[in-house]
């Protein structure tokens, strides 16, 4: 064999040689590529699946809550009750490879955003005149801008223009596209999760306004064995008599007192007399005045107005401190006194004769506030979180319901990654 033939099979054995090497290695980059696509198809087919059992498990925890919600009793709510106090039911329960929690809210324990006035709205901390007009003229509707506030014409004018919304807030985050509302405001500063209150120092922080404020609050019209409540403006002295369960006198008494008719509960109380009637002053045919603790004994079976609902009422028995010195004018002696009492009882405030036992609370106190307050709430927010065990897929639901309907109706409900 000749050197040039040689020459020219090595040459060819090492072309074969090279292209067999090349194709190695395109192999191995195909079997790459085949198998990170597959870690990533698996990836999303287990973030899919998880997610799928983590949406479940936030609606199994939302229906817990509501179950525990249509249980309790109805006569009062406080903060010991079990749809506040039950971790073994709604937090870190197991469920088909899901961990979820879930927060339940009474949105009574929360300031109605609808009702409170300039004056009101000035007790939440970090409030500021401006931003408390600011809220006034979003809910009202005229285009007249009160002091240091704004109404359409600075709503079109800004970045990324809307329209003013000039009547009541829909949901409460609706807040954040008033002007001078800010996320920290809101939500309160970041890492900020807890409410502090420093009784000695009196120092309150803001854990956010979304904790204080809430446009949900409403309660049936009925007293807590669900009967409707008698129209103390129109009902006859024998319909007082005989569903308020008191004595022809006192009777007598609320009818020619009305008059032009009680506008607030807290008329009836402003014109109780001081002390317990005596059974001699009690005899038939005789208008005899309430005492206050007789009145207070009423206020849950009695309304001013036959209205189906009655909106903005705030439950002292699980209102915050913040909310509490909101209704009471920044009274903190009342406020103090009514979380001590409230929480001196096994079950809170179960009627409303108890605030006569707290001795800060005046009968002048009373009159001004007494229409605000209940002790039951109708409306939850039900927050549900659930974790996947093997991937870091989290879902949250917030879900609002009216627990005082059959069945439970939801009012707002909302699902996502991060609420």
């Keep these: 064999m000749t050197e040039k033939h040689c020459n020219n099979l090595i040459s060819r054995g090492g072309s074969s040689l090279v292209m067999v090497l090349w194709i190695f290695v395109l192999l191995t980059v195909i079997t790459a590529v085949v198998a ?23 609606r199994a925890g939302m229906e817990t809550a509501i179950g525990i919600l249509t249980d309790d009793e109805r006569e009062s709510d406080s903060l010991g009750d079990l749809w506040t106090d039950n971790p073994e039911d709604l937090q870190d329960v197991e469920l088909n490879g899901c961990t979820f929690s879930v927060e339940v809210i009474d949105e009574s324990s929360k300031l109605n955003i609808n009702i409170l006035n300039q004056k009101m709205l000035m007790y939440l901390p970090d409030m500021t005149e401006d931003v408390a007009n600011s809220i006034i003229d979003w809910r009202d509707k005229n285009d007249d801008p009160r002091t240091g506030s704004a109404e359409e014409g600075y709503y079109q004018n800004i970045s990324y223009p809307y329209r003013i919304k000039n009547k009541a807030f829909s949901t409460v985050r609706e807040l954040l596209r008033v002007k001078g509302v800010t996320e920290e405001l809101f939500y309160g ?28 609050s ?19 002295e024998r319909k007082l008599v005989r569903d308020l369960e008191i004595s022809e006198s006192h009777a007598k008494w609320i009818v020619d007192t009305r008059k032009n008719g009680f506008k607030t509960l807290g008329d009836l109380i402003n014109a109780t007399s001081g002390s317990s ?19 207070l004994g009423l206020i849950d079976k009695i309304c001013v107005k036959n209205n189906r609902y009655i909106y903005g009422k705030l439950n002292i028995n ?18 103090n006194d009514i979380i001590a009492y409230r929480q001196s009882q096994l079950n809170g405030i179960e009627a409303f004769e108890q605030l006569a036992e707290i001795s800060s609370l005046k009968k002048s106190v009373l009159k001004k506030t007494i229409d605000a307050i209940c002790l039951r709430s109708g409306i939850y927010t039900i927050r549900s979180t659930a974790n996947a065990n093997l991937t870091d897929t989290v879902v949250q639901t917030e879900t609002v319901v009216d627990r005082d309907l059959s069945p439970v109706q939801i009012i707002y409900f909302c699902q996502g990654a991060k609420l």
């Excluded at 890492?191 to 404020?213: H, K, R």
């Excluded at 005899?283 to 309430?290: R, T």
């Design 218 to 236: 409403r309660q049936a019209n009925k007293d807590s064995e669900g009967n409707r409540r008698s129209d103390i403006n129109k009902a006859s």
């Design 318 to 335: 699980t209102a915050s401190k913040v909310a509490l010195l909101t209704l009471f004018s920044g009274d903190e002696q009342v406020v």
């Design 36 to 58: 990170q696509t597959s870690r990533l198809d698996t990836r999303i087919t287990a973030n899919g699946g998880d997610r799928l059992r983590c949406k479940w498990a936030c």
């Design 189 to 216: 500063p970041q890492g900020e999760n807890t409410f502090t209150e420093t009784a000695d120092e009196n120092v309150l922080v803001n854990e956010g306004w979304i904790n204080y404020l809430t446009c949900y």
């Design 277 to 295: 009637p005596s059974k001699s002053s009690s005899k038939s045919g005789q208008a005899k005045a309430l005492d206050l603790e007789t009145a």
